[in-house]
């Protein structure tokens, strides 16, 4: 394990059990740590693997009182919605709720749907996080931040890519995600996406943040698992604009995993010059935020073929667009117009 984590050369048990929690958390793989009763963890290590199931359990219950609320509140304002990564990848991927952590729900709502989502919630008790909203219209923000009753976090989508300049090459909206959706396990009054489409989605959130993180190539491989054949999803990859990407990620895992499902799957994706460059990036710049910044580059430039991907490049560098120094979302700028001009643009655009 101690290499997985980045851990090596001699050192003390002392030294390297503190090493291993520090870098199990920073993974997110801490609750993984003797999850099928391995005698070799030391007590410590053990007893932190322990507290992390707990505070994972902790928090899932806590979604889950949120998610059953969520159910009712959009019932009653008749929008639809779909869980999406975090407590769902939790209950559908892992033996137990328990092993996996993650910071806040991701609930994906049609565009057109978006303004009365956001609304319904906050009438219902819900409290809206974001304050910014010259900066939310400016950068037309795909989620914004709401705390729900039972104190759960959710990032509530209009359109899982926040980023407004690489929304034109990944159909990771509603109407794309939600073509094949299935009931959710984790709430079941809610949607979720079907196994191909969760392999392609966390899969490409792997690449565009980095590939940094152990806890993103175990969902992967999780992920990869529960999907039969590579025909299907390279098919499904290409409706959505992510073949390049999912192939990084593919590629990534493939080398922690040789013999998983998602190194079979890697065999069977195209080749790339870039996808073996950019696998090859990714694993020598590891290191937040270094590693972030490194993904979220590759995955603005991720097309089939060299030529579009190098003019991919030039536009990023040439066209690049951040927020002002020091601006947050959860800063009060605009004001009530600010905001219903927000949500109006949103529920009203098509791009």
């Known amino acids: 394990m101690a290499p997985a984590l980045g851990l090596a050369g001699r050192t003390s048990r002392r030294r390297w059990t503190s090493e291993a929690r520090r870098g199990a958390d920073a993974h997110g793989v801490a609750a993984l740590i003797g999850s099928k009763g391995s005698a070799d963890v030391p007590d410590d290590l053990a007893e932190h693997a322990r507290q992390a199931r707990a505070a994972n359990l902790d928090r899932y219950v806590r979604a889950t009182v949120d998610g059953r609320w969520l159910a009712g509140v959009f ?3 008749e929008v639809e919605w779909a869980i999406v990564k975090g407590p769902q990848l939790a209950v559908s991927l892992y033996r137990r709720p328990d092993l996996r952590p993650f910071a806040d729900i ?8 978006f303004s009365a989502a956001v609304t319904a919630v906050e009438e219902s008790g819900g409290r809206q996080l974001a304050r910014n909203w010259l900066l939310a219209r400016r950068m037309q923000l795909g989620e914004l931040p709401l705390r729900l009753p039972a104190r759960s976090l959710m990032d509530l989508h209009w359109h899982m890519v926040n980023d407004r300049r690489q929304r034109a090459d990944f159909r990771l909206g509603w109407e794309d995600l939600m073509l ?5 396990d984790f709430v079941p009054e809610g949607r979720t996406t079907s196994p191909v489409s969760t392999l392609l989605y966390v899969a490409w959130h792997a690449t565009h943040s980095g590939a940094n993180r152990l806890i993103w190539a175990c969902d992967i491989e999780l992920a990869a698992r529960q999907v ?15 073949t390049l990407p999912v192939g990084v990620a593919l590629s990534w895992v493939a080398r922690l995993f040789p013999a ?15 996808r073996t460059a950019a696998a090859g990036s990714l694993a020598r710049a590891q290191e937040r935020p270094q590693g972030v910044r490194s993904g979220q580059v590759l995955a603005r430039c991720t097309r089939e073929q060299p030529a579009a991907s190098v003019a991919a490049l030039i536009r990023h560098v ?4 951040t927020p002002p120094r020091g601006a947050s979302l959860h800063e009060d700028a605009g004001g009530p117009s600010a905001r219903q001009a927000f949500l109006r643009g949103v529920s009203g655009g098509s791009g």
């Open 75 to 77: 019932a009653a304002a």
């Open 228 to 242: 039969d054949e590579v025909g299907t999803c390279l098919a499904r990859s290409r409706e959505l604009g992510v």
């Open 180 to 184: 094949d959706s299935l009931p959710g």
């Open 260 to 274: 998983g499902r998602a190194a079979e799957l890697a065999r069977g994706w195209p080749a790339s010059v870039w």
């Open 106 to 113: 991701d609930v994906l709502t049609p565009r057109r749907q």
């Open 318 to 321: 040439v066209r690049r667009s």
